[in-house]
């Protein structure tokens, strides 16, 4: 048997309005007073009403944090800490997208430690432990929930992140509910995002393994089926189920057996332009499939019939050349922007994200092939 380590967060709990059950997971774990970690939106939409009403049944006190912002900024995580240990909670939990479960679990950890951020970027990094911490996803994209990953956005407009066990939750929370009748929008880029994640870590340079294969194929199974009935009919449950379990499955994946190019990518144009992390995946993603393909035909022939049954029958050269077509076409065909030239990108812009690109070396060591910077400026070419 080939050696490898795999880690995911402690519990996962999928039930629809399983948020209720968050305040009583964490009096349970002897806490008092909760970081509670979410956006305005989340807040005004109701759907972080039965978490709350929660912590009251569980005689919790409640601290909220709604100012989280897509591609959190490490100055508004810093503030953030500074409140809640102002507050003296004693354990966090988050409702929301994965920028506020990212903020969130960074807060777990700074809360009770004096290490300095900047010191966590990377990898292992992250001294002592953290506050007990619960997280509930509400859109079925970043798997951000059973990953050891927080990525920030710093002073520079560039995206690092902090990678750590300590980042683990203690319990994933899958509520369906929470993200029932979400826009198709947001569904397709976030679904695609962890269509993405689910390519890169079955292709992963150094850490694929037999366990990360299985959630990997899971994954993609579940989304590429619900995908479209997501996206066309918003309060379908059963479809809303099947992704966000895709979703975490995917990220369980990806946690162990690292994404790479598409990402490495695709944050510049998160961190410069403000593209949602999952158009920036789906912007990018075809383009560097066909980078890779030298290096990984055989193994994108093997996921290309799970996403798109169509190409079952055809050779190993068609179904590899069949994933990225069938990439090409399924963003357009769920109304998404497919160009970024529409999101505001000029050729101008191109050697920049090039270069920001290749300092992204935590994912792109972990890519089929060697990415340099004259390709990631093609492939933002090609994209463009």
């Not at 963003?331 to 270069?355: F, T, Y």
Request: glycine content about 8%.
């Amino acid at each position: 048997m080939t050696t490898f380590s795999f880690q995911t967060t402690r519990s996962v709990l999928a039930e629809a309005g399983a948020t209720a059950k968050i305040g009583a997971l964490l009096a349970a774990q002897g806490c008092r007073k909760v970081a509670f970690i979410t956006d305005q939106t989340i807040l005004d939409l109701g759907l972080a009403d039965a978490a709350l009403a929660g912590f009251k049944e569980a005689g919790l006190r409640v601290w909220t944090f709604s100012d989280v912002m897509p591609d959190p900024a490490e100055a508004m995580i810093l503030s953030a800490v500074a409140q809640a240990r102002a507050e003296g909670v004693d354990c966090v939990a988050s409702v929301g997208g994965g920028s506020s479960l990212d903020t969130a679990k960074l807060i777990a950890v700074l809360a009770r430690s004096e290490q300095p951020i900047a010191d966590m970027y990377g990898v292992n990094l992250v001294r002592g432990d953290r506050l007990p911490l619960v997280l509930a996803p509400t859109t079925a994209g970043t798997g951000s929930e059973v990953t050891p990953i927080s990525i920030v956005t710093t002073g520079t407009n560039e995206k690092k992140g902090v990678v750590a066990p300590q980042l683990l939750p203690d319990w994933a929370i899958l509520d369906a509910e929470l993200t029932m009748g979400l826009p198709a929008a947001v569904t397709a880029a976030t679904g695609i995002d962890a269509m993405v994640h689910a390519i890169e870590a079955f292709t992963s340079k150094r850490l694929k393994n037999v366990v990360s294969d299985c959630l990997a194929k899971q994954a993609l199974a579940l989304l590429g089926a619900n995908i479209r009935t997501a996206c066309e009919r918003p309060d379908d449950r059963a479809a809303r189920s099947d992704m966000l379990l895709g979703s975490m499955l995917a990220g369980m994946a990806f946690a162990n057996a690292p994404v790479a190019a598409v990402h490495a990518l695709a944050y510049p144009l998160g961190g410069h332009f403000h593209v949602p992390h999952g158009l920036s995946n789906a912007l990018v993603l075809p383009y560097v499939l066909e980078f890779n393909m030298a290096a990984a035909r055989e193994m994108y022939a093997e996921l290309a019939p799970i996403i798109f049954p169509d190409l079952a029958e055809a050779s190993v050269t068609d179904r590899a050349e069949g994933l990225v077509d069938g990439f090409l076409r399924l963003g357009p065909e769920l109304g998404m922007q497919s160009k970024l030239s529409e999101v505001g990108v000029s050729h101008n812009h191109l050697p920049m994200l090039a270069q920001d690109a290749m300092k992204q070396e935590r994912l792109l060591i972990d890519n089929p092939r060697e990415m340099t910077e004259a390709a990631a400026l093609e492939i933002y070419t090609k994209a463009l």
